[in-house]
């Protein structure tokens, strides 16, 4: 099929590959990230301020269930374009006030995320990417055609 098809959202095919390729990489990172964050962290200290090295990031098991349902949301989200693209969305739309908020916390009790710049600049570059798939203009679904109507017989006068 080409052209812009129902199923892609009014997406062009690319458009829509790039969307749901997108949606896929970003959710099964997640998924990942939060699973074996869990893994390292398990559930005690749920919000510990100081976390746990997890790579070059800290977490811990408050930030790793976030994650973890990220990614839940996301696997069967980015099945189809248009779901992708609401996923796109609502990662960009809500992480990016996360990320920002991440550059205000300083590390005191009040701090349940347990600050971590590289994870701050994750969730930054994640959220504006999300935000310029999911935002990207999608041309206007072709008009639906109108089916043609049976031609009438003729009325005789009499």
Same mark, same amino acid.
């Given at each position: 099929m080409t052209g812009k098809g129902a199923g892609t959202g009014g997406m062009s095919p690319r458009h829509a590959r790039v969307v749901v390729t997108f949606a896929q990489v970003v959710s099964g990172a997640y998924l990942v990230l939060g699973i074996c964050g869990l893994l390292i962290t398990g559930f005690a200290h749920f919000s510990n301020v100081t976390g746990v090295s997890f790579l070059i990031f800290t977490v811990n098991p408050l930030t790793n269930v976030i994650h973890v349902c990220v990614g839940l949301v996301g696997t069967p989200m980015a099945l189809r %374009?248009?779901?992708?693209?609401?996923?796109? !969305? !609502?990662?960009? =739309?809500? =992480?990016? %006030?996360?990320?920002?908020? =991440?550059?205000? /916390?300083?590390?005191?009790?009040?701090?349940?995320?347990?600050?971590? $710049? $590289?994870?701050?600049? /994750?969730? /930054? /570059?994640?959220?504006?990417?999300?935000?310029v798939v999911g935002l990207w203009p999608v041309g206007a679904p072709a008009p639906a055609r109108e089916p043609e109507a049976a031609p009438q017989p003729e009325l005789e006068l009499r």
């Open positions: %374009p248009r779901t992708a693209r609401i996923y796109a !969305l !609502l990662v960009g =739309g809500l =992480g990016l %006030p996360f990320a920002i908020a =991440g550059f205000f /916390l300083d590390g005191t009790l009040d701090d349940f995320f347990a600050r971590n $710049p $590289p994870l701050i600049w /994750l969730h /930054l /570059l994640t959220s504006v990417a999300a935000l």
